[in-house]
């Protein structure tokens, strides 16, 4: 007696629904998948600060320390404890005398008073350069970073979370005499 005889035979109808879940399951990991990856760069896009520094009016053209520096929050949240610092590289004063600074940017000049609680989305924070003493010296030539720290986030455990960024600026005189602050990469 043939041992297949009495198996019945499958259909094509049971074949093809042996393949619909597993075809089911890979879809469902796929589209998981998206939406994890989906969720992680919508948060990392509104999350993420964008904030910029920039010279704005000069108080005094003949002098680049009153220049008013403008911290602008281009992100989709606000940032809160905004403190602003400025790094020197070098400062060149009349008289060919040049002020050194550690070269890295690690020294730091800040006036406890330049602090903003918040700066919302599209707003605008202007500040004098925390050069104590230099809006009384005239300098002919100055490498500077203006260093931010934030926090990005208001509630706890964010809010441990202090985000730093430098921007750097260099000096030049233009040909009638007023001093610009032109921004510079970092890594010069």
Known sequence: MPMGKN????N??????LKRPRARRVWSFVLAALGLWGVYVTTWVVANPRVFVYPSVALDPANPAFTIFVVRNEGYLAIHDVKFECSMKYLKLPG??????????????FDPNQVARVIGPGEEWSELLPLSGM????????????????????????????HKEKHRFETRQGKDGQWHWLPQPINK
């Open 7 to 10: 198996i019945p035979k499958a």
């Open 12 to 17: 094509k109808d049971e074949t093809q629904g």
């Open 96 to 109: 060919d005398i040049t002020i050194i600074g550690l070269g890295d940017y690690t020294n730091r000049f």
């Open 135 to 162: 809006e009384h010296n005239k300098f002919e030539n100055a490498d500077i970073t203006v260093n931010l720290l934030f926090r990005p986030f208001r509630f706890w455990p964010f809010s441990l979370y202090v």
